[in-house]
């Protein structure tokens, strides 16, 4: 027996057997200890090896455990044998009650060997356990001396005295570890206890034989192992080493632990990981362990307060390949990190750096290696914020170009004053570190003048690195070289534009005044003019205002390379006001064309100053539309680059304006002397939705205010609707196929949607007669719509062609009138002339699809989806169909006699 006393897991082990009269199976001892099953055999085999339990097989793979001390028989009361299991180790109690005729079959199944030998030391009984150990026939060895078996003289002398000292009370039984010989030459490793009993012919000796082979390697395995693992441990500086086993329990541990865990590796040993770790140690080690006991290998860092440890655990597998446990290894690996950290960073300076030349000296565009730049200190610098700022401002601040941390809460920073401004002066550096924070300001200086500074700010411990510094200076220097670049090409772009430009202008001017003579309404005049100009290569866009005489104010009326330049800005034109409509509202005062050589700088352009920027020009001109003393607004034409407009092209587009005014006069005038007539139709059709599958009844109200007939019969309605009518059109939607799609536009209130469809009979009678539908309403399931047709039409035909669809309908009013050339219906005659049909419904579907609006409702990609054309396609349609008529056809009211 193993001596000392036994390990707390091993001593909950074997406690199990308190009281226990019968074997136990492994299951059994693990649901009393709830641990699992591997553990608790570990655990049962330990005890076997210290001679405290005993252990048979049972069947192919089960296993039963007992008390180490054999099971006595004695007689009950009534002369019956019962067994008993007694304290301690004393066979002699058992050979007390032997009756061979009984005993013997309990003994041939014992997994230890068990004999017998007579006074002379001659055996006289042997279980087959016995032979199997010795290799030797039970017949041949019954009569022959022990010493046949046995030749090591110790336990021959255990056997010749242990009688003797048991009869003197000296003992109760003696044990022995040695080898006995087998066949084939071979030896094993047995454990021997013997005693002797009693007899009337003396004294018997009886003896157990224990097989300690499979246990003395596993002794000299865990030796080896742990001889191991303490080299591996003095060859690991501040590491640790340990093995767990499946119930996530240390049970080997060598080592120096993190000084902030306050328990040394010994203290881990049989205590389980999350009981003796603190939770934050322990969340990050146990997906380790268990990690490996599934028979991975997992390899992590763990950190331990302010210590950072790399950890490897892998699984430690049995004979037959089973994994019973985990190997970890940690080691304290903080200050390599910090080296590995610093020398990353370095690393990913000179990486930055490199990347950023490359782009400076390849032309880069300013504003994306502004990005570039903040982007690379952020990302390499322990700051609270950097940026790029430009010293070109107005309003006494610098501009930031590019940043990261500052919010627009935060102060600007000024042009006078401050650690920026000292930089820009002395075109030097600036360091600044107070105790508190810090800040690093290198001036940006691609001339003799600084451009700008490149500052970095954050709260640190009160010292900046030199290192710092020189990878601030070194941004800031590539910066400079890329802005010197920029600005050589920027003068080389300009002289090559401006003689382009010039001979350019020749060419719109008369390319204008050819458009704008075939024109009819004013629309078309101002559409074609910016249209011509935005598609010039001297200019980026170009729009049209019109002059409110009842606001003061210049409205848009056209425009064109450009979308929103004027939402929420109002243009004043008061004279009595303060000037704040900038060239523009001079222009209309002084009727004379205005010119801009730099947008950023001129104070006139002071109230668009954001949109300068934003929209990417440099310089304008604002050119008065004007004939025979009357104005009709201002043309307005933007270039990118700055001092576009010189001597030359101011005398040339100056006479865009009389050109332009001269147009629309004569469109004027030829409008006013052109007339038509329609016919009006007011049709109800009560039930609509009779006979259309439908789930629920016809709710709410809904509109059908506009309709484009697309290629193959389908429709493109547009319209609006309460939310109970919305319901009801979606249910339209699902039970009929040809309602192809309804589709939201807006959600309101009222909600606009967009239907299509295939082939629908309200409709498609309207448009087979030519008709044109003013405006539908449905209320309820009742529908009343407003027609129009030419006089020509067969009126009686186009109320028959619908009835025939609908039986209830009903002409509820008809009359003829004269309408001006403004009437959409007349329009829609020019466009019948003027426009191809895809033109036309490219137009249209964009129209009342809101693609026109601002900001768009729909996008040209979904109303392609909807004309089921490619976008391509669609744009190029469109694009031609502008040119043409635009929002006049639109825009137009029908005038109705009183």
Same mark, same amino acid.
């Given at each position: 027996?193993?001596?000392?006393?036994?390990?707390?897991?091993?001593?909950?082990?074997?406690?199990?057997?308190?009281?226990?009269?019968?074997?136990?199976?492994? /299951?059994?001892?693990?649901?009393?200890?709830?641990?699992?099953?591997?553990?608790?055999?570990?655990?049962? &085999?330990?005890?076997?090896?210290?001679?405290?339990?005993?252990?048979?097989?049972?069947?192919?793979?089960?296993?039963?455990?007992?008390?180490?001390?054999?099971?006595?028989?004695?007689?009950?009361?009534?002369?019956?044998?019962?067994?008993?299991? /007694?304290?301690?180790?004393?066979?002699? &109690?058992?050979?007390?009650?032997?009756?061979?005729?009984?005993?013997?079959?309990?003994?041939?199944?014992?997994?230890?060997?068990?004999?017998?030998?007579?006074?002379?030391?001659?055996?006289?009984?042997?279980?087959?356990?016995?032979?199997?150990?010795?290799?030797?026939?039970?017949?041949?060895?019954?009569?022959?001396?022990?010493?046949?078996?046995?030749?090591?003289?110790?336990?021959?002398?255990?056997?010749?005295?242990?009688?003797?000292?048991?009869?003197?009370?000296?003992?109760?039984?003696?044990?022995?570890?040695?080898?006995?010989?087998?066949?084939? #030459?071979?030896?094993?490793?047995?454990?021997?206890?013997?005693?002797?009993?009693?007899?009337?012919?003396?004294?018997?000796?009886?003896?157990?034989?224990?097989?300690?082979?499979?246990?003395?390697?596993?002794?000299?395995?865990?030796?080896?192992?742990?001889?191991?693992?303490?080299?591996?441990?003095?060859?690991?500086?501040?590491?640790?080493?340990?093995?767990?086993?499946?119930?996530?329990?240390?049970?080997?541990?060598? #080592?120096?632990?993190?000084?902030?865990?306050?328990?040394?590796?010994?203290?881990?040993?049989?205590?389980?990981?999350?009981?003796?770790?603190?939770?934050?140690?322990?969340?990050?080690?146990?997906?380790?362990?268990?990690?490996?006991?599934?028979?991975? %290998?997992?390899?992590?860092?763990?950190?331990?307060?302010?210590?950072?440890?790399?950890?490897?655990?892998?699984?430690?597998?049995?004979?037959?390949?089973?994994?019973?446990?985990?190997?970890?290894?940690?080691?304290?690996?903080?200050?390599?990190?910090?080296?590995?950290?610093?020398?990353?960073?370095?690393?990913?300076?000179?990486? #930055?750096?490199?990347?950023?030349?490359?782009?400076?000296?390849?032309?880069?565009?300013?504003?994306?290696?502004?990005?570039?730049?903040?982007?690379?200190?952020?990302?390499?610098?322990?700051?609270?914020?950097?940026?790029?700022?430009?010293?070109?401002?107005?309003?006494?601040?610098?501009?930031?170009?590019?940043?990261?941390?500052?919010?627009?809460?935060?102060?600007?920073?000024?042009?006078?004053?401050?650690?920026?401004?000292?930089?820009?002066?002395?075109?030097?550096?600036?360091?600044?570190?107070?105790?508190?924070?810090?800040?690093?300001?290198?001036?940006?200086?691609?001339?003799?003048?600084?451009?700008?500074?490149?500052?970095?700010?954050?709260?640190?411990?009160?010292?900046?690195?030199?290192?710092?510094?020189?990878?601030?200076?070194?941004?800031?220097?590539?910066?400079?070289?890329?802005?010197?670049? %920029?600005?050589?090409?920027?003068?080389?772009?300009?002289?090559?534009?401006?003689?382009?430009?010039?001979?350019?202008?020749?060419?719109?001017?008369?390319?204008?005044?050819?458009?704008?003579?075939?024109?009819?309404?004013?629309?078309?005049?101002?559409?074609?003019?910016?249209?011509?100009?935005?598609?010039?290569?001297?200019?980026? !866009?170009?729009?049209? #205002?019109?002059?409110?005489?009842?606001?003061?104010?210049?409205?848009?009326?056209?425009?064109?390379?450009?979308?929103?330049?004027?939402?929420?800005?109002?243009?004043?034109?008061? /004279?009595?006001?303060?000037?704040?409509?900038?060239?523009?509202?001079?222009?209309?005062?002084?009727?004379?064309?205005?010119?801009?050589?730099?947008?950023?700088?001129?104070?006139?352009?002071?109230?668009?100053?954001?949109?300068?920027?934003?929209?990417?020009?440099?310089?304008?001109?604002?050119?008065?539309?004007?004939?025979?003393?009357?104005?009709?607004?201002?043309?307005?034409?933007?270039?990118?680059?700055?001092?576009?407009?010189?001597?030359?092209?101011?005398?040339?587009?100056? &006479?865009?304006?009389?050109?332009?005014?001269?147009?629309?006069?004569?469109?004027?005038?030829?409008?006013?002397?052109?007339?038509?007539?329609?016919?009006?139709?007011?049709?109800?059709?009560?039930?609509?939705?009779?006979?259309?599958?439908?789930?629920?009844?016809?709710?709410?109200?809904?509109?059908?205010?506009?309709?484009?007939?697309?290629?193959?019969?389908?429709?493109?309605?547009?319209?609006?609707?309460?939310?109970?009518?919305?319901? !009801?059109?979606?249910?339209?939607?699902?039970?009929?196929?040809?309602?192809?799609?309804?589709?939201?536009?807006?959600?309101? /209130?009222?909600?606009?949607?967009?239907?299509?469809?295939?082939?629908?009979?309200?409709?498609?009678?309207?448009?087979?007669?030519?008709?044109?539908?003013?405006?539908?309403?449905?209320?309820?399931?009742?529908?009343?719509?407003?027609?129009?047709?030419?006089?020509?039409?067969?009126?009686?035909?186009?109320?028959?062609?619908?009835?025939?669809?609908?039986?209830?309908?009903?002409?509820?009013?008809?009359?003829?009138?004269?309408?001006?050339?403004?009437?959409?219906?007349?329009?829609?005659?020019?466009?019948?002339?003027?426009?191809?049909?895809?033109?036309?419904?490219?137009?249209?579907?964009?129209?009342?699809?809101?693609?026109?609006?601002?900001?768009?409702?729909?996008?040209?990609?979904?109303?392609?989806?909807?004309?089921?054309?490619?976008?391509?396609? !669609? %744009?190029?349609?469109?694009?031609?169909?502008?040119?043409?008529?635009?929002?006049?056809?639109?825009?137009?009211?029908?005038?109705?006699?009183?």
């Amino acid at each position: 027996m193993t001596p000392g006393p036994l390990p707390p897991p091993l001593a909950e082990t074997e406690a199990v057997f308190d009281g226990a009269s019968t074997p136990l199976t492994t /299951p059994e001892v693990a649901a009393h200890l709830d641990v699992g099953r591997r553990s608790t055999y570990n655990r049962l &085999q330990d005890l076997v090896d210290r001679d405290r339990l005993r252990t048979k097989k049972v069947g192919a793979n089960a296993r039963i455990w007992w008390r180490s001390s054999p099971s006595t028989a004695t007689a009950g009361a009534d002369g019956a044998a019962t067994t008993s299991t /007694p304290d301690g180790d004393a066979p002699e &109690q058992l050979a007390d009650a032997i009756d061979a005729d009984r005993l013997d079959p309990l003994l041939d199944i014992l997994d230890d060997g068990v004999f017998t030998l007579d006074a002379a030391g001659r055996y006289t009984w042997v279980n087959e356990t016995y032979t199997s150990l010795v290799g030797r026939d039970g017949e041949d060895l019954v009569g022959t001396h022990v010493s046949t078996v046995f030749d090591d003289p110790d336990v021959l002398d255990a056997i010749e005295t242990c009688g003797r000292e048991l009869h003197r009370g000296e003992r109760e039984s003696a044990r022995r570890d040695t080898q006995v010989a087998v066949s084939g #030459g071979q030896s094993r490793a047995v454990a021997v206890t013997v005693t002797a009993v009693a007899t009337d012919d003396g004294l018997d000796r009886f003896g157990v034989v224990t097989d300690t082979t499979e246990r003395d390697e596993r002794e000299r395995a865990l030796v080896e192992a742990n001889t191991q693992l303490q080299t591996l441990v003095d060859t690991i500086p501040n590491g640790t080493v340990t093995l767990v086993d499946d119930d996530l329990r240390y049970v080997t541990a060598f #080592g120096t632990t993190s000084d902030s865990l306050d328990v040394s590796a010994a203290d881990l040993e049989g205590k389980r990981i999350a009981d003796v770790l603190p939770e934050e140690v322990a969340d990050q080690l146990v997906p380790a362990y268990e990690a490996a006991l599934a028979g991975a %290998h997992y390899e992590s860092d763990v950190t331990v307060g302010d210590r950072t440890y790399e950890c490897h655990h892998v699984p430690v597998r049995d004979g037959d390949g089973e994994v019973y446990a985990a190997f970890g290894i940690a080691q304290d690996v903080t200050e390599r990190e910090e080296i590995a950290g610093a020398l990353r960073r370095q690393l990913q300076r000179q990486a #930055g750096v490199t990347e950023l030349a490359r782009h400076a000296l390849g032309g880069g565009r300013p504003d994306a290696l502004f990005d570039e730049a903040v982007d690379l200190l952020a990302s390499t610098l322990d700051v609270s914020r950097c940026g790029v700022f430009d010293a070109t401002a107005v309003d006494g601040e610098l501009s930031r170009r590019a940043g990261v941390g500052w919010s627009d809460a935060d102060a600007p920073l000024p042009l006078d004053g401050g650690d920026a401004h000292r930089a820009l002066a002395s075109g030097e550096t600036v360091v600044v570190s107070d105790g508190a924070t810090s800040g690093i300001w290198a001036p940006i200086a691609p001339r003799d003048d600084s451009w700008g500074v490149v500052a970095v700010e954050g709260a640190v411990d009160g010292s900046v690195a030199d290192r710092d510094v020189v990878f601030v200076e070194s941004v800031a220097t590539l910066l400079a070289v890329a802005l010197a670049r %920029h600005y050589r090409e920027i003068e080389a772009e300009a002289r090559r534009d401006f003689e382009v430009a010039v001979n350019n202008l020749h060419d719109v001017v008369r390319d204008v005044t050819a458009a704008v003579i075939d024109r009819s309404t004013r629309e078309e005049i101002e559409q074609t003019v910016c249209d011509r100009l935005a598609d010039s290569e001297s200019y980026e !866009f170009a729009w049209i #205002g019109a002059v409110d005489e009842t606001a003061d104010t210049v409205s848009l009326r056209a425009e064109a390379g450009v979308e929103g330049y004027l939402d929420e800005v109002t243009l004043s034109v008061d /004279p009595d006001a303060d000037p704040d409509g900038g060239p523009t509202a001079d222009a209309v005062r002084t009727r004379t064309a205005q010119f801009t050589n730099d947008a950023r700088t001129d104070p006139r352009h002071a109230p668009v100053r954001d949109r300068v920027r934003q929209f990417g020009f440099r310089s304008s001109a604002a050119i008065p539309i004007t004939h025979e003393g009357t104005i009709y607004g201002v043309l307005n034409v933007y270039a990118a680059r700055p001092n576009a407009f010189g001597e030359r092209e101011r005398d040339v587009i100056a &006479q865009l304006g009389e050109v332009v005014g001269h147009a629309i006069a004569a469109a004027e005038r030829k409008q006013a002397l052109l007339s038509d007539e329609l016919v009006e139709l007011t049709v109800r059709i009560d039930d609509v939705f009779e006979g259309v599958a439908t789930s629920v009844p016809p709710a709410g109200t809904f509109t059908f205010d506009y309709m484009v007939p697309l290629s193959g019969g389908d429709f493109l309605v547009y319209g609006t609707a309460t939310p109970d009518a919305m319901s !009801f059109l979606r249910d339209v939607e699902e039970h009929n196929p040809e309602w192809d799609s309804v589709t939201v536009r807006s959600h309101g /209130p009222p909600v606009t949607f967009e239907l299509r469809g295939v082939d629908l009979p309200v409709f498609s009678a309207i448009a087979s007669r030519g008709g044109h539908l003013e405006r539908a309403v449905v209320d309820e399931g009742d529908l009343r719509m407003t027609l129009y047709f030419a006089p020509s039409v067969d009126i009686p035909g186009a109320i028959e062609t619908l009835r025939r669809n609908y039986p209830q309908t009903v002409l509820r009013r008809r009359r003829q009138f004269t309408r001006s050339f403004e009437d959409t219906v007349r329009v829609h005659r020019r466009m019948v002339t003027d426009l191809t049909d895809r033109q036309r419904t490219a137009l249209e579907a964009a129209y009342h699809a809101g693609f026109f609006e601002w900001p768009r409702d729909t996008s040209g990609e979904e109303v392609a989806a909807a004309m089921d054309v490619a976008p391509p396609t !669609f %744009h190029q349609h469109l694009r031609k169909a502008q040119r043409k008529v635009y929002d006049a056809v639109f825009e137009s009211p029908i005038e109705r006699p009183e």
